[in-house]
């Protein structure tokens, strides 16, 4: 299984919206709407932003939201700001003998 | 507020084996399906590993990488997760997190991870 697809590094000015991308294949994000995303601050422990393509967990910020077409799930952040500034990584179900793949990452970049 | 704290990270060699220990707490952890995701460096996570909770069966799978050289378990009466890893190899080189699952992903809530180096 190979891992998902996203670009290596985004960035915007505070205020902004930047949509990060996470491409897979029919197997896996055009597959099933297991998708969920993470920030990941290095040294901390991951975050889950978003669920099941586009819910959001208690405590999540309406900023963040999630959306999928095809085999490419997406991200936007909505109003950026300083504290965005993290890795993000997408991951989904893939329904094979290893369940989930997880994306490259990328790194978002508050200008 | 749910805590998970991995520990037992060391530098090994190659052949060696090392065991993680992941302790949770804010959780019902009997309930909880646990994952162990890795990462090297100047990549993307890697999915390890999961058992799911004892009331739902406590099933163990592997990734490919891993199978018949790591072990999963867990202690639900110290509500502990355990990654006991043999034949250890330089691709094993990673931060290795535990995750859990408690109801809408199996990724609910994540640890920092601790850091396994495989090298001679």
């Known amino acids: 299984q190979s891992a998902l697809t996203q670009a290596a590094s985004v960035s915007g000015s505070p205020g902004q919206s930047i949509t990060i991308s996470c491409t897979g294949t029919v197997s896996d994000v055009g597959d099933y709407d297991h998708v969920a995303w993470y920030q990941h601050n290095p040294g901390k422990a991951p975050k889950v932003l978003i669920y099941?393509?586009?819910s959001r967990p208690s405590g999540v910020s309406h900023r963040f939201s999630g959306s999928k077409s095809g085999n490419t799930a997406f991200l936007t952040i909505s109003g950026l700001q300083p504290e965005d500034e993290a890795d993000y990584y997408c991951s989904s179900y893939t329904g094979s003998s290893t369940p989930y793949v997880f994306g490259t990452g990328t790194k978002v970049t508050v200008l | 507020e749910v805590q998970l704290v991995e520990s037992g990270g060391a530098l090994v060699e190659p052949g060696g084996s090392l065991r993680l220990s992941c302790s949770a707490s804010?959780?019902?952890?009997?309930?909880?399906?646990m994952t162990w995701v890795r990462q090297a460096p100047g990549k993307g996570p890697e999915w390890v590993g999961r058992?799911?909770?004892?009331?739902?069966?406590?099933?163990?799978d592997y990734a490919a990488p891993v199978t018949g050289r790591f072990t999963i378990s867990r202690d639900d009466s110290k509500n502990t997760l355990y990654l006991q890893m043999n034949s250890l190899k330089t691709d094993d080189t990673a931060v290795y997190y535990c995750?859990?699952?408690?109801?809408?992903?199996?990724?609910?809530?994540w640890g920092r991870g601790t850091l396994v180096t495989v090298s001679s």
């Open positions: 995750a859990a699952g408690v109801g809408t992903s199996d990724f609910d809530h």
């Open positions: 099941n393509v586009n």
């Open positions: 058992i799911k909770s004892k009331i739902n069966g406590g099933k163990i």
């Open positions: 804010g959780l019902t952890f009997i309930h909880a399906w």
